[in-house]
Protein backbone atom coordinates (compact mmCIF):
# COMPACT_ATOMS: atom_id res chain seq x y z
CA UNK A 1 0.00 0.00 0.00
CA UNK A 2 1.46 3.20 -0.76
CA UNK A 3 0.16 6.20 1.38
CA UNK A 4 1.20 9.66 0.13
CA UNK A 5 0.54 13.15 2.97
CA UNK A 6 1.27 16.47 1.79
CA UNK A 7 2.25 18.72 4.80
CA UNK A 8 4.29 17.90 7.76
CA UNK A 9 2.52 19.51 10.67
CA UNK A 10 1.03 18.88 12.99
CA UNK A 11 -1.75 16.98 11.07
CA UNK A 12 0.07 15.25 8.45
CA UNK A 13 2.90 14.18 11.23
CA UNK A 14 -0.31 12.54 13.17
CA UNK A 15 -1.37 11.21 10.13
CA UNK A 16 2.40 9.39 9.21
CA UNK A 17 2.40 8.23 13.02
CA UNK A 18 -1.23 6.63 13.06
CA UNK A 19 -0.39 5.35 9.48
CA UNK A 20 2.55 3.42 10.70
CA UNK A 21 0.90 1.70 13.44
CA UNK A 22 -2.12 0.73 11.36
CA UNK A 23 -0.43 -0.18 8.41
CA UNK A 24 3.15 -1.71 9.33
CA UNK A 25 3.72 -3.36 5.72
CA UNK A 26 2.64 -0.44 3.82
CA UNK A 27 5.17 2.70 2.20
CA UNK A 28 4.35 6.24 3.98
CA UNK A 29 5.68 9.02 2.46
CA UNK A 30 5.59 12.36 4.14
CA UNK A 31 5.99 15.48 2.31
CA UNK A 32 6.57 19.38 3.35
CA UNK A 33 8.22 22.59 1.53
CA UNK A 34 10.13 23.43 4.45
CA UNK A 35 13.26 22.74 5.15
CA UNK A 36 12.97 22.11 9.14
CA UNK A 37 9.78 20.85 10.30
CA UNK A 38 8.04 19.63 13.35
CA UNK A 39 7.66 22.79 15.55
CA UNK A 40 5.37 24.36 17.77
CA UNK A 41 4.05 27.74 16.55
CA UNK A 42 5.15 29.30 19.85
CA UNK A 43 8.92 28.18 19.73
CA UNK A 44 9.55 32.41 18.58
CA UNK A 45 7.54 33.49 21.83
CA UNK A 46 9.31 30.85 23.98
CA UNK A 47 12.54 31.89 22.77
CA UNK A 48 11.92 35.79 23.26
CA UNK A 49 11.21 35.01 26.70
CA UNK A 50 13.98 32.64 27.29
CA UNK A 51 11.85 29.46 28.14
CA UNK A 52 14.37 27.47 25.13
CA UNK A 53 17.79 27.78 24.80
CA UNK A 54 17.93 26.71 21.14
CA UNK A 55 14.89 26.22 18.11
CA UNK A 56 15.61 22.55 18.93
CA UNK A 57 13.37 22.15 22.12
CA UNK A 58 10.76 23.25 20.37
CA UNK A 59 10.46 20.05 18.29
CA UNK A 60 7.10 18.12 19.21
CA UNK A 61 7.21 14.97 19.94
CA UNK A 62 5.23 13.44 16.84
CA UNK A 63 8.18 14.38 14.87
CA UNK A 64 10.72 13.04 16.67
CA UNK A 65 8.08 9.91 16.54
CA UNK A 66 7.97 10.09 12.68
CA UNK A 67 11.74 10.55 12.13
CA UNK A 68 11.77 6.96 14.55
CA UNK A 69 9.61 5.24 12.04
CA UNK A 70 10.39 3.60 8.99
CA UNK A 71 8.58 6.47 7.03
CA UNK A 72 10.06 8.52 4.05
CA UNK A 73 10.55 12.25 4.91
CA UNK A 74 10.99 14.48 1.50
CA UNK A 75 11.49 17.88 2.70
CA UNK A 76 12.06 20.77 1.01
CA UNK A 77 9.77 19.39 -1.85
CA UNK A 78 6.87 21.04 -3.26
CA UNK A 79 3.26 19.82 -3.89
CA UNK A 80 2.64 20.81 -7.56
CA UNK A 81 -0.32 18.90 -8.64
CA UNK A 82 -2.63 15.87 -8.58
CA UNK A 83 -3.50 14.28 -11.49
CA UNK A 84 -7.78 14.38 -12.59
CA UNK A 85 -7.66 10.90 -13.31
CA UNK A 86 -4.98 9.19 -12.40
CA UNK A 87 -3.65 8.26 -8.25
CA UNK A 88 -0.27 10.33 -9.57
CA UNK A 89 0.52 13.75 -7.89
CA UNK A 90 3.67 15.74 -9.21
CA UNK A 91 6.07 17.28 -6.93
CA UNK A 92 9.05 19.49 -7.25
CA UNK A 93 12.55 18.72 -5.83
CA UNK A 94 15.63 20.48 -5.84
CA UNK A 95 14.62 21.76 -9.62
CA UNK A 96 12.83 18.74 -10.80
CA UNK A 97 9.78 17.76 -10.98
CA UNK A 98 8.85 14.36 -10.06
CA UNK A 99 5.54 12.14 -10.38
CA UNK A 100 4.44 9.87 -7.31
CA UNK A 101 1.67 7.47 -7.34
CA UNK A 102 -0.72 6.73 -4.69
CA UNK A 103 -3.30 4.40 -3.46
CA UNK A 104 -4.61 6.57 -0.32
CA UNK A 105 -3.63 10.45 -0.14
CA UNK A 106 -3.91 12.95 2.71
CA UNK A 107 -3.70 16.07 2.46
CA UNK A 108 -2.48 18.07 5.42
CA UNK A 109 -1.16 21.14 4.10
CA UNK A 110 -2.44 23.78 6.86
CA UNK A 111 -3.53 27.26 6.38
CA UNK A 112 -1.64 30.30 5.98
CA UNK A 113 -1.94 34.03 6.24
CA UNK A 114 -3.22 36.28 3.39
CA UNK A 115 -2.69 39.81 3.08
CA UNK A 116 -2.45 41.96 0.08
CA UNK A 117 1.08 43.82 0.19
CA UNK A 118 1.25 46.85 -1.75
CA UNK A 119 5.12 46.27 -2.44
CA UNK A 120 8.04 43.98 -1.47
CA UNK A 121 8.98 46.14 1.25
CA UNK A 122 6.19 46.10 2.89
CA UNK A 123 6.06 42.39 2.47
CA UNK A 124 9.52 42.06 4.49
CA UNK A 125 8.06 44.15 7.39
CA UNK A 126 6.01 41.90 8.43
CA UNK A 127 7.07 39.25 10.93
CA UNK A 128 5.22 35.52 11.09
CA UNK A 129 6.33 32.58 13.04
CA UNK A 130 4.42 29.80 11.44
CA UNK A 131 7.36 27.80 10.51
CA UNK A 132 10.58 28.10 11.81
CA UNK A 133 12.51 30.06 9.05
CA UNK A 134 9.68 32.58 9.79
CA UNK A 135 10.57 32.07 13.06
CA UNK A 136 14.31 32.26 12.72
CA UNK A 137 13.87 35.59 10.31
CA UNK A 138 11.48 37.65 12.80
CA UNK A 139 13.71 37.00 15.82
CA UNK A 140 16.61 38.58 13.77
CA UNK A 141 14.46 41.49 12.67
CA UNK A 142 13.12 41.95 16.33
CA UNK A 143 16.58 43.04 17.71
CA UNK A 144 16.78 45.95 15.26
CA UNK A 145 13.18 47.25 15.74
CA UNK A 146 12.14 49.88 18.11
CA UNK A 147 8.42 50.11 17.32
CA UNK A 148 6.61 47.42 16.65
CA UNK A 149 2.67 46.89 15.75
CA UNK A 150 0.57 43.20 16.46
CA UNK A 151 -2.33 43.20 14.32
CA UNK A 152 -5.11 40.70 15.88
CA UNK A 153 -5.64 40.42 20.18
CA UNK A 154 -6.34 36.52 19.73
CA UNK A 155 -4.58 33.71 21.41
CA UNK A 156 -0.97 34.72 18.85
CA UNK A 157 -1.44 38.62 18.94
CA UNK A 158 -1.54 38.55 22.67
CA UNK A 159 1.24 35.81 23.79
CA UNK A 160 3.46 37.68 21.01
CA UNK A 161 2.97 41.02 22.53
CA UNK A 162 3.28 39.31 26.35
CA UNK A 163 6.65 37.99 25.28
CA UNK A 164 7.51 41.16 23.54
CA UNK A 165 6.76 43.40 26.52
CA UNK A 166 9.96 42.13 28.04
CA UNK A 167 12.01 43.96 25.59
CA UNK A 168 12.50 48.05 25.31
CA UNK A 169 10.52 47.68 22.25
CA UNK A 170 7.04 50.50 21.94
CA UNK A 171 4.06 47.82 21.03
CA UNK A 172 1.11 48.58 19.70
CA UNK A 173 -1.93 46.21 19.12
CA UNK A 174 -4.93 46.43 16.59
CA UNK A 175 -7.70 44.74 17.05
CA UNK A 176 -11.07 44.86 14.63
CA UNK A 177 -13.29 43.01 17.78
CA UNK A 178 -13.90 45.41 20.80
CA UNK A 179 -11.98 43.68 23.32
CA UNK A 180 -9.64 40.88 23.54
CA UNK A 181 -9.97 37.31 22.61
CA UNK A 182 -13.47 38.19 21.62
CA UNK A 183 -14.23 35.21 19.86
CA UNK A 184 -13.45 32.60 23.15
CA UNK A 185 -14.13 34.98 25.72
CA UNK A 186 -16.76 37.00 26.80
CA UNK A 187 -16.01 40.48 27.40
CA UNK A 188 -16.16 40.91 31.42
CA UNK A 189 -13.87 38.26 31.62
CA UNK A 190 -10.87 40.16 29.92
CA UNK A 191 -10.94 43.49 31.84
CA UNK A 192 -7.58 42.00 33.20
CA UNK A 193 -5.89 42.10 30.21
CA UNK A 194 -6.98 45.67 29.14
CA UNK A 195 -5.27 46.48 33.02
CA UNK A 196 -2.03 44.58 32.11
CA UNK A 197 -1.97 45.70 28.12
CA UNK A 198 -1.90 49.08 30.37
CA UNK A 199 0.27 48.52 33.13
CA UNK A 200 3.51 47.90 30.21
CA UNK A 201 2.16 50.99 28.37
CA UNK A 202 0.90 48.77 25.22
CA UNK A 203 -0.95 51.01 23.07
CA UNK A 204 -3.91 49.69 21.97
CA UNK A 205 -6.81 50.65 19.15
CA UNK A 206 -9.72 48.11 19.73
CA UNK A 207 -12.68 48.25 17.19
CA UNK A 208 -9.84 49.22 14.34
CA UNK A 209 -9.39 46.95 11.12
CA UNK A 210 -6.30 47.62 8.99
CA UNK A 211 -7.17 48.33 5.69
CA UNK A 212 -4.01 48.88 4.09
CA UNK A 213 -0.13 48.13 4.75
CA UNK A 214 2.49 50.47 3.08
CA UNK A 215 5.85 51.97 3.45
CA UNK A 216 5.88 55.74 4.42
CA UNK A 217 8.91 58.15 5.16
CA UNK A 218 10.58 54.42 5.84
CA UNK A 219 8.18 53.16 8.36
CA UNK A 220 5.49 50.81 7.97
CA UNK A 221 1.90 52.21 8.32
CA UNK A 222 -1.25 50.22 9.44
CA UNK A 223 -4.10 52.01 7.30
CA UNK A 224 -7.68 51.71 9.22
CA UNK A 225 -10.69 53.83 8.96
CA UNK A 226 -9.76 55.81 11.82
CA UNK A 227 -5.77 56.65 11.44
CA UNK A 228 -2.63 55.47 10.30
CA UNK A 229 -0.42 53.64 12.76
CA UNK A 230 3.36 53.50 12.24
CA UNK A 231 6.02 51.42 13.32
CA UNK A 232 9.40 49.47 12.23
CA UNK A 233 7.71 46.45 11.48
CA UNK A 234 4.28 44.45 11.88
CA UNK A 235 3.11 41.14 13.17
CA UNK A 236 -0.15 39.63 11.57
CA UNK A 237 -1.56 37.45 14.15
CA UNK A 238 -4.70 37.18 12.00
CA UNK A 239 -6.69 36.20 8.77
CA UNK A 240 -5.63 32.46 8.42
CA UNK A 241 -7.10 30.23 5.25
CA UNK A 242 -6.61 27.19 3.91
CA UNK A 243 -3.43 26.55 2.59
CA UNK A 244 -5.70 24.83 -0.64
CA UNK A 245 -5.23 27.48 -3.57
CA UNK A 246 -3.87 24.94 -5.86
CA UNK A 247 -6.38 22.86 -5.90
CA UNK A 248 -9.33 24.67 -7.22
CA UNK A 249 -10.54 22.65 -9.59
CA UNK A 250 -8.92 19.70 -8.92
CA UNK A 251 -11.28 18.75 -5.45
CA UNK A 252 -14.49 20.45 -4.33
CA UNK A 253 -13.82 23.68 -2.81
CA UNK A 254 -16.28 25.82 -0.37
CA UNK A 255 -15.87 29.60 -0.91
CA UNK A 256 -13.59 29.72 2.08
CA UNK A 257 -10.95 27.75 0.49
CA UNK A 258 -11.86 24.68 2.99
CA UNK A 259 -11.74 21.39 1.51
CA UNK A 260 -15.14 19.70 1.32
CA UNK A 261 -15.06 16.36 2.99
CA UNK A 262 -17.75 13.84 3.97
CA UNK A 263 -18.28 12.41 7.57
CA UNK A 264 -14.81 10.32 6.91
CA UNK A 265 -12.82 13.18 6.11
CA UNK A 266 -12.84 11.79 1.86
CA UNK A 267 -12.87 14.50 -0.32
CA UNK A 268 -15.00 14.69 -3.63
CA UNK A 269 -12.52 12.53 -4.81
CA UNK A 270 -12.22 8.40 -3.42
CA UNK A 271 -9.45 7.48 -2.06
CA UNK A 272 -8.06 11.60 -0.87
CA UNK A 273 -9.11 12.97 2.27
CA UNK A 274 -8.17 16.17 3.83
CA UNK A 275 -7.52 16.97 7.65
CA UNK A 276 -6.71 19.94 9.65
CA UNK A 277 -6.89 23.58 9.19
CA UNK A 278 -7.93 22.40 5.56
CA UNK A 279 -11.54 21.61 6.37
CA UNK A 280 -14.68 22.97 8.55
CA UNK A 281 -15.66 20.72 11.58
CA UNK A 282 -18.63 20.11 13.02
CA UNK A 283 -19.69 22.24 15.50
CA UNK A 284 -22.48 22.54 17.34
CA UNK A 285 -25.19 25.15 16.48
CA UNK A 286 -22.74 26.72 13.48
CA UNK A 287 -23.26 23.46 11.73
CA UNK A 288 -19.84 23.60 10.55
CA UNK A 289 -17.08 25.56 11.96
CA UNK A 290 -13.50 26.73 10.55
CA UNK A 291 -11.30 25.68 13.90
CA UNK A 292 -7.40 26.41 13.08
CA UNK A 293 -6.03 24.28 16.07
CA UNK A 294 -3.42 22.22 16.89
CA UNK A 295 -5.93 19.49 18.94
CA UNK A 296 -8.30 19.84 15.75
CA UNK A 297 -5.51 19.30 13.62
CA UNK A 298 -3.98 15.84 15.62
CA UNK A 299 -7.34 14.45 15.99
CA UNK A 300 -8.22 14.70 12.37
CA UNK A 301 -5.15 13.31 11.09
CA UNK A 302 -5.87 10.12 13.26
CA UNK A 303 -8.89 9.98 12.49
CA UNK A 304 -8.47 10.21 8.42
CA UNK A 305 -6.12 7.22 8.22
CA UNK A 306 -8.92 5.09 10.56
CA UNK A 307 -10.96 5.84 7.44
CA UNK A 308 -8.06 4.62 4.72
CA UNK A 309 -9.60 1.54 3.63
CA UNK A 310 -13.32 1.71 5.55
CA UNK A 311 -15.20 4.43 6.56
CA UNK A 312 -15.53 3.30 10.03
CA UNK A 313 -15.08 6.38 12.52
CA UNK A 314 -17.07 9.29 11.65
CA UNK A 315 -15.79 13.05 12.43
CA UNK A 316 -18.66 13.56 15.22
CA UNK A 317 -19.59 17.09 16.62
CA UNK A 318 -16.17 19.05 18.13
CA UNK A 319 -16.11 21.04 21.58
CA UNK A 320 -13.86 24.04 20.83
CA UNK A 321 -11.24 24.44 23.49
CA UNK A 322 -8.60 27.14 24.23
CA UNK A 323 -6.26 27.56 26.27
CA UNK A 324 -3.31 30.35 26.32
CA UNK A 325 -0.99 31.43 29.34
CA UNK A 326 -0.79 35.41 28.91
CA UNK A 327 0.48 37.38 31.05
CA UNK A 328 1.29 34.80 33.87
CA UNK A 329 -2.51 33.53 33.70
CA UNK A 330 -3.74 30.57 32.29
CA UNK A 331 -6.74 31.23 29.91
CA UNK A 332 -9.34 28.87 29.14
CA UNK A 333 -12.46 28.23 26.84
CA UNK A 334 -14.55 25.37 26.31
CA UNK A 335 -17.64 25.48 23.76
CA UNK A 336 -19.65 28.58 23.12
CA UNK A 337 -19.48 31.71 24.76
CA UNK A 338 -22.47 33.57 26.49
CA UNK A 339 -22.63 35.87 23.77
CA UNK A 340 -22.25 33.14 20.66
CA UNK A 341 -24.60 31.01 22.63
CA UNK A 342 -27.12 34.01 22.46
CA UNK A 343 -27.62 33.37 18.81
CA UNK A 344 -29.44 30.82 19.32
CA UNK A 345 -30.80 29.97 22.57
CA UNK A 346 -31.64 32.26 25.61
CA UNK A 347 -29.28 31.61 27.94
CA UNK A 348 -28.11 31.82 31.45
CA UNK A 349 -24.46 31.85 33.51
CA UNK A 350 -23.28 31.50 36.84
CA UNK A 351 -20.04 33.17 37.20
CA UNK A 352 -17.78 32.40 40.30
CA UNK A 353 -15.35 34.24 41.47
CA UNK A 354 -13.17 32.42 44.19
CA UNK A 355 -10.20 34.79 45.23
CA UNK A 356 -8.70 32.12 47.39
CA UNK A 357 -10.00 28.56 48.13
CA UNK A 358 -8.74 26.40 50.30
CA UNK A 359 -7.39 24.12 48.29
CA UNK A 360 -4.56 25.85 46.34
CA UNK A 361 -4.69 28.98 47.49
CA UNK A 362 -5.10 30.77 44.49
CA UNK A 363 -7.62 32.99 42.40
CA UNK A 364 -9.96 31.42 39.95
CA UNK A 365 -12.41 33.14 37.92
CA UNK A 366 -14.99 30.79 36.41
CA UNK A 367 -18.19 31.03 34.11
CA UNK A 368 -20.55 28.87 33.12
CA UNK A 369 -22.98 29.50 30.23
CA UNK A 370 -25.82 27.00 30.11
CA UNK A 371 -29.45 26.98 28.67
CA UNK A 372 -31.84 28.94 30.06
CA UNK A 373 -34.59 26.14 29.12
CA UNK A 374 -33.01 23.12 30.05
CA UNK A 375 -29.87 24.00 32.49
CA UNK A 376 -27.86 22.25 29.54
CA UNK A 377 -24.27 22.85 29.10
CA UNK A 378 -23.31 25.29 26.24
CA UNK A 379 -19.85 26.75 27.27
CA UNK A 380 -17.18 27.43 30.00
CA UNK A 381 -14.59 29.87 30.49
CA UNK A 382 -12.11 29.69 33.43
CA UNK A 383 -8.88 32.27 34.55
CA UNK A 384 -6.64 30.89 36.84
CA UNK A 385 -2.68 30.96 37.95
CA UNK A 386 -2.54 27.14 37.90
CA UNK A 387 -3.63 24.95 34.72
CA UNK A 388 -6.53 23.33 34.70
CA UNK A 389 -6.88 22.23 31.52
CA UNK A 390 -7.32 18.73 32.58
CA UNK A 391 -10.45 19.75 34.34
CA UNK A 392 -11.57 22.12 31.23
CA UNK A 393 -11.03 18.91 29.15
CA UNK A 394 -13.78 17.14 31.34
CA UNK A 395 -16.38 19.82 30.92
CA UNK A 396 -15.54 19.84 27.18
CA UNK A 397 -16.84 16.28 27.44
CA UNK A 398 -19.68 17.16 29.16
CA UNK A 399 -21.00 19.73 26.65
CA UNK A 400 -20.38 17.25 23.55
CA UNK A 401 -22.49 14.74 26.09
CA UNK A 402 -25.27 17.41 26.09
CA UNK A 403 -25.38 16.97 29.90
CA UNK A 404 -27.29 19.25 32.06
CA UNK A 405 -26.20 21.20 35.58
CA UNK A 406 -27.81 18.83 37.13
CA UNK A 407 -25.14 16.60 36.21
CA UNK A 408 -22.42 18.37 37.97
CA UNK A 409 -23.97 17.31 40.97
CA UNK A 410 -23.42 13.47 40.80
CA UNK A 411 -19.62 14.67 40.46
CA UNK A 412 -19.11 10.84 39.32
CA UNK A 413 -18.43 11.77 35.23
CA UNK A 414 -15.69 14.31 36.53
CA UNK A 415 -13.38 11.55 38.04
CA UNK A 416 -11.34 14.05 39.14
CA UNK A 417 -9.73 13.84 42.46
CA UNK A 418 -11.78 16.31 45.21
CA UNK A 419 -8.65 18.34 46.24
CA UNK A 420 -8.14 19.44 42.47
CA UNK A 421 -8.97 23.23 42.87
CA UNK A 422 -11.51 23.66 40.25
CA UNK A 423 -14.34 20.50 41.01
CA UNK A 424 -15.60 21.98 43.85
CA UNK A 425 -16.09 25.70 41.86
CA UNK A 426 -17.79 23.29 39.52
CA UNK A 427 -20.24 21.74 42.02
CA UNK A 428 -20.52 25.55 43.81
CA UNK A 429 -21.40 26.98 40.43
CA UNK A 430 -24.03 24.16 39.68
CA UNK A 431 -25.59 24.16 43.43
CA UNK A 432 -26.16 27.86 43.23
CA UNK A 433 -27.85 27.89 39.56
CA UNK A 434 -29.95 24.25 40.62
CA UNK A 435 -31.15 26.48 43.89
CA UNK A 436 -31.06 29.11 42.17
CA UNK A 437 -33.54 28.17 39.12
CA UNK A 438 -35.91 26.35 41.24
CA UNK A 439 -36.81 29.75 42.95
CA UNK A 440 -37.50 31.39 39.89
CA UNK A 441 -39.69 28.90 39.11
CA UNK A 442 -41.64 28.96 42.45
CA UNK A 443 -40.56 25.66 43.54
CA UNK A 444 -38.40 26.88 46.62
Keep these: MEIIIIGASFAGLAAAVEARKTYPQANICLIDQEKEVGFFPNAFNWRMKNRISTWEEATCQLYEEVVASDIELLLET ?21 SLSFDYLILAMG ?127 TNFRPNSQFLQGQLELDPDGCLVVDAFLETSRPGVFAVGDLIRLPFAFFGQAYLPMINHAILTGRLAVANLQEKKRPLKDVVRIVSSRIFGVNMTSVGLTEKEAQLWLDTDVVRIQQPYSQWDKEKLDFKLVLSQ ?3 RLLGGQLISKSDHLAQMNQLAFAI ?42 GDL
Excluded at 78 to 98: A, D, P, Y
Excluded at 171 to 200: G, H, N, V
Excluded at 216 to 232: H, K, M, N, R
Design 373 to 375: TDG
Design 400 to 441: QQGLRIEDLLQQSWLCLPQQTALVPILIEAANYYYHDRRRRE
Design 78 to 98: RFLSLSHEENVIQISQNGQVK
Design 111 to 237: SCQVWEYQSQDSRERMLSCKSKREALSAFEKVATAKKISVIGAGQIGLETIDALSEYPIELQLIESQEWPLAKYFDQEMTEFILEELDRRNIKTYFGQTVNRLGIEDGSLVCETYEESIQADFGLLA
